[in-house]
């Protein structure tokens, strides 16, 4: 009895032994992590692609987009499992401001998106390059390539696949890049469907750190919440309201900011002195001296035309073919431009500078900043106004703090919702309906 209590114990030791050990167990692949494969870029995005579609209805509705009916949660689902795409997990998209970007896709199964790579490469000129375990498809006419492995889909646009292939697929140390850490630490917004991450060296450069974007549902356009984070003490804060001057509903670049600079330091101001003159640097535009005298108060006004008359001389025959001096009218139109700002003391020194620099130039009573049209100037109170138009915009008390800017075409609009300690706050809002129609058209 005894001898086979002693047999079994020995056995369930040796059984412990050979299960800890596993020396008849061959070893695993570990399963690589997704976010590995993430390249360093400028702007990083992770996005949770059927509820943005869901919450987008809305946006499409209200724009009519065509052909919204392929933009469903539904159809983008179903297509999506067509092809083996996970689109129920994060979706991570990347770009850089050499023009390049591209998206990394999960994976549920890779046996599906064979025969859409095949679809792919019979409709298009693609050559397709083998490179260690992974093909890489390149659509010659898009400058596109894609590769997958086990687990995602890699796509990308631009001009530097290889280089960032060798940078963070190839290598086997590799090991989740900065952006994407600092994308998946976010505590600012972390349960939205949408979220963009950048810490590139252009917003260094001016002082910032970093900056999330975040998107918030909206029927009328593409509207992201913001967070800057300043690596300086923010200098000011936004006031509730301020003087402001009214804008053309033509206008397609309009500035309205209200600043707190009542209590700045030294050691603030020139601070900010040196956050501005990067902007400046190119024209030399006396920065300190403006700073100096302003009260917090800038508007500016770019857009449409106004219809002026003038007076001129032309030399016509008379009857007898002789001739004669004939005044006549003529109409042209006039760029509107507008600028004021307010000031705590005269602004006459700043404007001596200027005219000094060659940054202003003065003409019969005109003004003209470097290639600006002729503008009149208006000194009332503690305003300093220039203007095109025949008569100088109205004035009036404004709350708002938003910059409205028109690029090819495109309307964008920033608006500073609130300051704290080394954070601004805001949101923009960028009209999405031709971005939508072309991507329901492809």
Known sequence: MYKKLVFILFLAFILGALLYIKPFDSTKKEVEKIETFLPEADLAGRVYLLDFLTESTDLMLFNEISQRQFLTSEFVLSLAKKFGLDVQSPVYVFANERGDAGSVVPLYTTQKLKSALDRISLDNNVKDTLIGQDRIYHLVDYQVHIFHRDHFLFIY???????????????????????????????????????????????????????????????????????????????????????AIKFSARSKRTIDLHMNTADLSASIKGLLIEKLSLLTSKISLPISDFIEIWSGDFCFEEGGF???????????????????????????????????????????????????????????????????????????????????????????MSSMNRIEWTYKGTDFEFQVDSLSDKRVFGSIEVPMKKILESIAFL
């Not at 590139?200 to 450069?205: D, G, P, W, Y």
């Not at 600028?339 to 003209?368: N, P, W, Y």
């Open 157 to 243: 646009y631009g001009d530097y696949f290889y280089e960032i292939y060798r940078e963070c697929i190839s290598d086997r140390k590799r090991k989740i890049a900065d952006v994407w850490k600092g994308l998946f630490s976010n505590p600012i917004f972390p349960n939205e469907n949408l979220v963009l991450y950048s810490a590139c060296a252009s917003l260094k450069q001016f002082g910032m750190d970093y900056a999330y974007m975040a998107h918030d549902s909206d029927s009328s356009g593409f509207h992201l919440k913001s967070c800057i984070k300043i690596n300086d003490s923010i200098p000011f804060f936004v006031k509730d309201s301020g003087q």
């Open 306 to 396: 106004y219809l002026v008359s003038e007076k001129y001389i032309e030399t016509e025959l008379d009857d007898n073919f002789e001739p004669t001096q004939v005044e006549k009218t003529r109409y042209k139109n006039v760029p509107r431009y507008s600028l004021m700002f307010t000031v705590h003391e005269s602004a006459d020194q700043l404007i001596d500078k200027l005219l000094s620099k060659g940054i202003l130039t003065k003409k019969d009573q005109q003004f003209r900043f470097l290639f600006s049209p002729q503008l009149k100037l208006r000194l009332v109170d503690n305003q300093v106004i220039f203007y095109s138009t025949v008569n100088p915009p109205r004035s009036y």
